[in-house]
């Protein structure tokens, strides 16, 4: 993970215990989410976004509270942004397509020069509120918005999880009918219409806890330890 160009200072970000038996799993690293951690008696906690974004300045204010608390219980923190992102087993962007019984078929999404999303296609297209819908009852959000611009039945879909507006005007030139992500910023708004490329906005919170939960069995497998996923749903 420490190869990939990401802000994210990807891997162990902050060191606690050696010997590691529970870990928890959370998309964000903050104080709700630690507390929790601590109560189910995690030596590790595993989060899509970490603390350390470019690098620390200061150690004050929220920073000294967050990293007290995590040195003064002995947790362990480890970050993985893109790489969970892009994970072609147990990404956010490849779990995304799996709810929708699909496979990834193309890279998509150039991220510093990474693709960090997939295109696939529906064997038989689908109306975007159908889409929308499975998505409401997977993620179990009532979050999701659907933005119908271009064709009513959807075969084409791009997903990038998160903010993934960026690749926006990529998902045009491919011939993307659908838009999948996380959130949906007003900039993007008139990129996508012009472009007539519907978006499904779920959540940057719902669409990236599906990278974490993957990971949990993966580990239990590998290690024995105990997991236990922590839900701190921000509605955004």
């Known amino acids: 993970v420490l190869a990939f160009p990401d802000k994210s200072r990807?891997?162990?970000?902050?060191?606690?215990?050696?010997?590691?038996?529970?870990?928890?799993?959370?998309?964000?690293?903050?104080?709700?989410?630690?507390?929790?951690?601590r109560t189910f008696g995690a030596d590790m906690l595993i989060v899509h976004h970490g603390l350390i974004w470019g690098g620390i300045e200061?150690?004050?204010?929220?920073?000294?509270?967050r990293l007290k608390f995590l040195l003064e219980n002995e947790l362990n923190l480890y970050a993985a942004h893109l790489p969970l992102d892009l994970h072609p087993e147990v990404?956010?962007?490849?779990?995304?397509?799996?709810?929708?019984?699909?496979?990834?078929?193309?890279?998509?999404?150039?991220?510093?020069?990474?693709?960090?999303?997939?295109?696939?296609?529906?064997?038989?297209?689908?109306?975007?509120?159908?889409?929308?819908?499975?998505?409401?009852?997977?993620?179990?959000?009532?979050?999701?918005?659907?933005?119908?611009?271009?064709?009513?039945?959807?075969?084409?879909?791009?997903?990038?999880?998160?903010?993934?507006?960026?690749?926006?005007?990529?998902?045009?030139?491919?011939?993307?009918?659908?838009?999948?992500?996380?959130?949906?910023?007003?900039?993007?708004?008139h990129k996508a219409k012009e472009g007539r490329l519907s978006v499904i906005a779920a959540g940057h919170y719902a669409s990236e806890t599906l990278g974490v939960k993957a990971l949990m069995p993966v580990l239990r497998e590998k290690f024995g330890v105990k997991t236990v996923f922590i839900d701190n749903p921000t509605g955004l």
């Open 58 to 65: 200061y150690i004050r204010g929220l920073v000294q509270k």
């Open 91 to 189: 990404g956010n962007n490849v779990q995304l397509l799996k709810l929708l019984e699909l496979e990834p078929k193309e890279p998509f999404g150039s991220y510093n020069g990474l693709n960090i999303g997939y295109i696939s296609e529906f064997d038989e297209p689908k109306p975007l509120p159908l889409v929308a819908q499975i998505l409401v009852e997977k993620l179990k959000t009532d979050y999701v918005k659907a933005y119908e611009f271009g064709v009513e039945e959807i075969r084409r879909v791009g997903v990038v999880s998160g903010r993934g507006g960026f690749a926006i005007p990529e998902a045009i030139e491919k011939g993307v009918d659908l838009f999948i992500t996380g959130e949906f910023l007003h900039d993007d708004y």
């Open 10 to 37: 990807n891997g162990l970000q902050v060191e606690g215990k050696e010997e590691v038996e529970k870990i928890a799993f959370a998309v964000d690293a903050c104080m709700d989410t630690f507390i929790k951690a």
